[in-house]
């Protein structure tokens, strides 16, 4: 055979394998979009990867809005019984921010469903907008840790353990329970998934600090906690 012969056909089968994957893909999404792929029951230790992977818009939301954070803030400056509603820490283009970016990372991680196998969050095009709840849930958490440490006349910057590392796990426990509860449920909260919410509780608080170790020292936050 020619060498232009074997060259022809070696083409040929790269655009073969180029198409056939594409078509796989292209089948993956249509059945993640209109609610045809289930998963099935998970070995413990997957269960729990895939519930700290899944919150992952929850993570970025909260450094992003830190990084996006100028302008109006949410409380517009007002204040109630002499002391800041919020403070110039929480502002309209944080929230916005962070939400987009937790929500756009929570997009890749679904492309990666459909092209590599992982998790995604759901079947169905609702599950397109689950991501953008969680990161939205995170923010609005952090916004009520922060409301209820300056009814306690706690100040901005100040550490409040506890609060401090889960306000926006809560926060986002419970949007996601209100906006998407069949995510919530199924992934932190029946069989394996409990495992998961246990992960996540384990893990935030070294993540938090690290974050925001991080934060500090790019110049970003005033206090390394």
């Known amino acids: 055979m020619s060498h232009g012969r074997r060259k022809s056909l070696s083409s040929a089968g790269t655009v073969d394998i180029v198409f056939r994957r594409y078509v796989t893909s292209r089948e993956r999404l ?8 289930v998963r099935g029951p998970m070995d413990p230790l997957v269960a729990i990867a895939v519930g700290v992977w899944l919150f992952l818009p929850a993570y970025v ?3 992003s809005a830190v990084l996006t954070g100028f302008g109006t803030p949410v409380d517009l400056g007002w204040s109630w019984r002499g002391r800041r509603i919020l403070g110039d820490g ?3 283009n944080g929230l916005i921010g962070g939400t987009l970016a937790g929500g756009f990372i929570g997009l890749l991680q679904m492309l990666l469903a459909v092209t590599a196998g992982l998790p995604g969050f759901g079947e169905g095009r609702g599950a397109l907008i689950v991501p953008f709840i969680l990161a939205f849930g995170a ?6 840790g922060s409301l209820i440490k300056r009814r306690f006349g706690i100040e901005r910057g100040a550490s409040t353990p506890i609060l401090d590392q889960y306000d926006f796990v809560i926060g986002t426990f419970l949007m996601g329970m209100i906006l998407a509860p069949d995510f919530i449920i199924r992934t932190y909260l029946a069989g394996e998934g409990v495992l998961s919410l246990v992960a996540i509780i384990v893990l935030t608080p070294p993540l938090h600090r690290a974050v925001n170790i991080l934060g500090y020292r790019m110049g970003q936050k005033d206090v390394p906690w």
């Open 30 to 37: 249509k059945r993640v979009l209109s609610g045809s792929v």
């Open 139 to 144: 923010l609005v958490g952090d916004m009520l």
């Open 61 to 63: 939301a909260n450094p």
């Open 90 to 92: 929480k502002t309209w």
